[in-house]
């Protein structure tokens, strides 16, 4: 949060890449790790939408710079960031207790991955939320996760859907938890992350069919379609 200022640089900027492109999907993979991550979280004003110069007092914030798709984009991302972390207990109920924290995989350093799994509840009740950050340059097609939970499984969130240039968004894709022990959990599902990309994924929430149905049916007078 205090590391933009006085020569510092930007949150941008520090992004080890060359390209603008590659710096912001990197400031978005890593804006969606610390989001998952335990704690609050503090960002200088200016840095929720990617801007390359540093915070100063004497002058307004680059405003101008959301008529850039990169710089929306970054903003995009931190609004849907602030809605799923107002929307799952996991990501703040246990913020300070080491039960509301699991790591998968700490030690790739190979693969530039990380992965690990938040809790609501002490006992993993209640919601509970993956995370999978791919730091590296390269997709990987095929990663192999623990989970705590047999059934379906959503992609929540994908950072590379934010990029147009990137390999398609796999948010809102539904997996299968497996019976193979993976991570130490006893069930595991495997998912696509793209480069420089952030994932999140929880249990897919089943809706009955019987109540779609009946809402579907279900039509108020007042709402009904005027007739001629």
Do not use: C
Request: charged fraction near 25%; hydrophobic fraction near 45%.
């Amino acid at each position: 949060h205090d590391e933009v200022v006085h020569g510092k640089g930007s949150m941008l900027m520090k992004m080890a890449a060359w390209h603008i492109p590659d710096k912001a999907a990197n400031l978005r993979a890593l804006y969606a790790h610390e989001w998952m991550w335990p704690g609050k979280k503090l960002l200088f004003m200016g840095s929720e939408f990617a801007q390359p110069g540093e915070w100063a007092d004497g002058r307004s914030l680059d405003w101008w710079l959301l008529d850039h798709a990169a710089h929306y984009r970054v903003h995009a991302l931190v609004k849907e960031l602030n809605a799923l972390y107002r929307g799952h207990p996991a990501l703040w109920a246990l913020d300070s207790e080491p039960a509301g924290f699991r790591w998968l995989d700490a030690d790739d350093n190979t693969g530039n991955l990380l992965s690990y799994l938040r809790f609501e509840r002490a006992d993993q009740s209640g919601d509970v939320v993956a995370t999978v950050v791919n730091y590296g340059g390269e997709d990987k097609a095929w990663v192999r996760i623990g989970v705590p939970r047999e059934g379906r499984w959503e992609v929540l969130l994908d950072t590379s859907g934010y990029d147009e240039h990137s390999s398609p968004s796999t948010a809102g894709t539904i997996v299968e938890a497996e019976h193979v022990p993976w991570h130490d959990q006893p069930f595991s599902v495997t998912v696509r992350v793209a480069r420089l990309t952030t994932i999140y994924l929880a249990p897919a929430v089943e809706v009955v069919e019987s109540e779609v149905a009946a809402d579907a049916g279900a039509t108020d007078d007042s709402e009904a379609a005027p007739t001629a």
